[in-house]
């Protein structure tokens, strides 16, 4: 079973900016793609963007242009970069994994962004 264990989260002002990890419990060379989400107070969980295993990504509108997606194999860590930070970017951010057919979830990291 894949774990996965967000970090980096925080109290930013607007326009701030903030790195997320998700630090993986095994090589992510295996994980065919894995994602940042975020569940904002009373809303939906939503994608942020993906990447896979070929290290191709993709953004939700919103946050295009301001946040990056990365991945370390040697590492086994997932990153979410975040650049000009909204406070509609205020949420739960999770990671998540797919490996053969299953998908795996962190649980979670609290991002703030004060106006």
Avoid: H
């Amino acid at each position: 079973q894949v774990q996965l264990e967000e970090s980096g989260g925080g109290v930013v002002q607007a326009g701030g900016s903030l790195r997320l990890s998700c630090a993986v419990s095994e090589s992510i060379f295996s994980i065919n793609a894995m994602g940042w989400y975020r569940q904002a107070p009373g809303k939906q969980r939503e994608v942020v963007g993906t990447i896979t295993s070929g290290g191709i990504t993709n953004y939700v509108d919103s946050v295009k242009g301001r946040f990056t997606i990365s991945r370390d194999n040697a590492k086994n860590t997932l990153y979410l970069q975040m650049f000009s930070l909204k406070p509609e970017d205020t949420a739960v951010y999770y990671c998540n994994a797919f490996r053969n057919n299953v998908l795996y979830w962190g649980k979670g990291t609290l991002v703030t962004v004060s106006s």
